[in-house]
């Protein structure tokens, strides 16, 4: 019988949400789904570079445009983050079935 991989799961999902965040970027992987999904698309893709910009703008803003300004990979991944954060969280109902009281 061939080895069958279960269906992958968003483990952001279920994961229940912390009380407090050791910093920015945590919170951000915690908090916003859609920032999550963006670093583990880099990670899965090899984009170091990508993840590092990624990092340091959730940190410190300021100090990674001071870094990176004004190059065309870090303002592609900033857009990116952006976009990211501001990410609506979508549930699609499955169910064919709706119970009725």
């Known amino acids: 019988m061939?080895?069958?991989s279960p269906r992958p799961v968003n483990p952001s999902v279920l994961r229940p949400p912390q009380a407090s965040y050791a910093n920015k970027y945590e919170e951000?992987?915690?908090e916003k789904?859609?920032?999550k999904d963006l670093i583990d698309n880099y990670r899965n893709l090899g984009e170091m570079n990508?993840?590092?910009?990624?990092t340091e703008y959730i940190m410190?803003?300021?100090n990674a445009?001071?870094?990176y300004g004004g190059t065309k990979p870090?303002?592609?991944t900033v857009l990116e983050v952006e976009a990211a954060l501001k990410r609506k969280i979508e549930q699609?109902?499955?169910a064919r079935l709706v119970a009725s009281c």
């Open 60 to 62: 410190d803003p300021r």
């Open 33 to 35: 789904p859609g920032f």
């Open 65 to 67: 445009k001071i870094r």
């Open 50 to 54: 990508s993840l590092n910009y990624a």
């Open 28 to 30: 951000a992987l915690w």
């Open 2 to 4: 061939p080895h069958v």
């Open 74 to 76: 870090y303002e592609k």
């Open 92 to 94: 699609k109902v499955r």
